[in-house]
């Protein structure tokens, strides 16, 4: 009977230990890409072809919900570093997001609050070839800058269809080098398409002029066709650029994507840097979670004597081909 009692006592104790035990449900996805690319340069190190790794992680997350309703979510993200030999693996983020009815904050490593809202051209483009002049300063597309340096950032509550949020990070206690960032989306349906306007900007303290990189962006999507414009400007030392771009996709019945854009970025403050692209995109599913994308890209950056970075910088005209394999986990 004293057996039966002490066993009885236990089973009792590890189910309350159990239900008062916040159990948190865990997701595990990974990602990664073959990329081969073949360049036509003016550049004769840039002309050739070469394999390379594309987007390789592994993201963890833990979620659960606390007896007051907060959700909180952990995220933790590896990724390789090094894009022909695998390189070294590194945390590419690790944050912690608190959800309730006041919004979201998101505590640690993770991108800037920018990045949620930014609307550029090469958001309908999935696989954008790097085409990195030779030290060039230009900018390749209008994305906003962001890292995912240690920071917090605040996300609004949905407001109808406006969603808005606002991120800091400390770069140190010596300071100097701080990053303030923020962006807003407004969201509306007109004429049977879904319309959304973005706006987005990032600060960085310089100690000798502060970095101000700001964008704007549309984007109409109508069925199976989307439709993006964007435009913004970047602004340092000895650096004010104008940079537009627009694109389109659209979905066949078959799930084979289309894709098309042109940029355009121009330094006012550098007479004669400016830098041109264009070009199209077939993706299609192979197969649940395998997916093929040939990339084609036509560019041109041009640069003159009278610039006075002429003798660091190449001009460069080219095409690029690049086929990506990509699979998800």
Known sequence: ??????????????????????????????????????????????????????????????????????????RYDIGAVGSTDGGSLTIDEASLAIAGGFGKIVLGMDDDAADAYNIDEMDLIAEEPAATMASSSISLN??????????????????????????????????????????????????????????AAVQDENSTQDVDHESMGLKVVSGDISLILSQGNYEASDEDRDNSGGSISYTMPNGMTLGAFVFKSEDDKDVGEEYTASGAEIQYNIASGLKATITVVDYDYKITAANHESANTTADSGTMTQLTIGASF
Not at 6 to 12: D, N, P, R, S, Y
Not at 51 to 70: A, E, I, R, Y
Not at 166 to 172: E, W
Request: proline share 1%; glycine share 10%.
């Open 1 to 74: 009977m004293r057996k039966l009692l002490l066993g009885t006592t236990a089973l009792a104790a590890a189910a309350t230990l159990t239900a008062n035990t916040a159990l948190a449900d865990v997701t595990i996805s990974g990602s990664y890409e073959f990329k081969y690319l073949s360049r036509s340069s003016n550049t004769s190190t840039l002309d050739g072809t070469s394999m390379s790794h594309g987007d390789t992680d592994m993201v963890v997350n833990f979620t659960t919900k606390t007896d007051s309703g907060l959700d909180l979510t952990y």
């Open 142 to 199: 209008s994305s906003i800058t962001s890292d995912d340096a240690m920071k917090v950032a605040y996300h609004l509550p949905a407001m109808g269809g406006l969603t808005a949020g606002v991120s800091h990070t400390d770069r140190g206690a010596a300071g100097g080098s701080d990053t303030t960032s923020y962006g807003a989306n407004y969201s509306m349906d007109a004429a049977g398409a879904s319309i959304t306007l973005g706006y």
